[in-house]
């Protein structure tokens, strides 16, 4: 009775911690996307800037509050586009700065002609200097190339200033302005310009990568799996043989541990702890040894074996000859789910990402491969087209900005190295969401170092697909396991509804 509620008690702690890890991991990927940075950094930087400027103006009574509007708009506008023109700290300052000076010598010419004032109450401003400041800041700004939306506040409130104090004012507004833009270019260009590196999963993990070695073509899986892991100092790959038979698997075990390839934590899955482990390795060395004295049966079983660990170090040898990564080889003993023992090797070998072969079964993805895709590890299934090796020149179709696109763009740059190069595209169903998807492309785009072009084509992703693939080696597809069945039923995965490309295809899922 104890023991049960123990454990009944233990089940319920191991499902509130990874309830509490899928909701960390949820929060992490909504902080991932680039409009969420910017809306989180509107809500904190605007605020504290502006108390900032507040705090400086109550020490010093002669910094007029005037200044607080145009300043507030105009730290908005850095923050909410810090891509966009109107986001250059040069601008900001030079343009409010230039406002002030232009309302001030609005304020002169209306006197030296005699048209000012005509307004009524404390403050009032007349038509005349209005027109004239509008104008000087439309004028002005144009000719420098700083046009700033603030300004013409800035000129307007500068009417309103008590006489005598406008040059405290101008000196106020460039202050002022120089403090947020300081804060806006280290805000910019140590954190949001490098966010991809901070916020960014994929960029400082998925760099040990496990391969199985089954399914259509694995040698260019293990290729491709050794590129994505050689972009990183820490990487490494690790080929997975999965056989039915424990004594095989610890035979095969015995074999490469002469090339001291074999990933020694990897026990048999039928058995646990060291006497388990012990039994498994003594059944091994008695089948070698029957292999080279005794039943023509076992001799055979004994060579089959010999030849599959030749086979996993000649594979594993030329990855390390050829990409210049760390590789290992893995042996495990299989269960009644081919992808449960992936998965469960992955975790015990300390790999963050499995790289499996496409497979298929009567015309649609296999039961392994969507077994994979319901793992708590990182998945990427490659399908092969030709059995390349390199790729360099990769498409990334993308739907929206999400923690999958991060991760494809971040794949493929890995993959083209500086020489190759990125296409991230977008299918839209008309020209008038053509703005918004050019604004999605540039911000996926600008987090990452590499070689990008953008594409926005209004026709649907799988004609897209069909007349744009062959210009390509690789295409990255998302797995769409964030959908509700009944909107995968309605509409399917892209890579469900492509057959045939003349390029390989990469369907990556984050766990």
Known sequence: MRGSLRDRLYATVARLRRLERREARALRRWAERTSTL????????????????????????????????????????????????????????????????????????????????????????GAVEAAVAVFLVGVVTWTLDVEEPSAYATALLGLLVRPGTEFEFTLSILLASSIVA?????????????????????????????????????????????????????????????????????????????????????????????????????????????????????RESGGAVAEAADRLESRADGIERRVGVPCQVVVAVGGRSPAATVLKTANEVDCDLVAAAYERRHGALSPYVRDLFRGDVDVLVHRSSDGRTRWKR??????????????????????????????????????????RAEDMLADLVEAFDGNFETRVATESIERYLAENAAQFDLVFMGASTDRSAASRLISPPTFERIDDLDADVAIVDRS
């Open 182 to 298: 300081l804060v806006f270019t280290v805000w910019r260009e140590r954190f949001y310009e490098r966010r991809a590196q901070f916020l960014y999963e994929s960029t400082w993990g998925d760099d040990r990568v496990l391969v199985p070695m089954r399914g259509e073509n694995p040698d260019a899986t293990a290729m491709l799996g050794a590129g994505l892991a050689a972009a990183h100092e820490a990487g490494k790959v690790v080929l997975l043989d999965v056989v039915e038979d424990a004594a095989v698997a610890s035979a095969e075990r015995d074999a490469l541990d002469d090339g001291h390839r074999l990933d020694s934590r990897i026990a048999g899955d039928r058995g646990s702890g060291p006497s388990a482990g012990r039994e498994t390795a003594a059944a091994g060395r008695e089948l070698v040894d029957d292999a080279a004295t005794g039943d023509p049966d076992e």
């Open 394 to 435: 990769v498409m990334v179709p993308v739907r929206r900005a999400s923690d999958v696109a991060h991760g494809m763009i971040d794949f493929a740059t890995r993959l083209v190295g500086r020489s190759g190069r990125v296409s991230v595209c977008s299918c839209v169903s008309g020209e008038r969401e053509r703005r």
């Open 38 to 125: 910017v809306h989180l950094s509107i809500l904190v930087f605007v605020p504290l800037l502006i108390a900032l400027v507040t705090a400086l103006s109550n020490v010093e009574p002669r910094l007029s509050f005037l200044l607080f509007p145009p300043l507030a708009s105009g730290t908005y506008t850095l923050f909410a586009n810090p891509g966009g023109r109107y986001a250059s700290p040069t601008r900001f300052v030079v343009g409010l700065t230039v406002g002030a000076l232009c309302g001030w010598a609005a304020l002169v010419v209306a006197t030296t002609l005699g048209v000012a004032g005509g307004g009524s109450g404390a403050f009032a401003a």
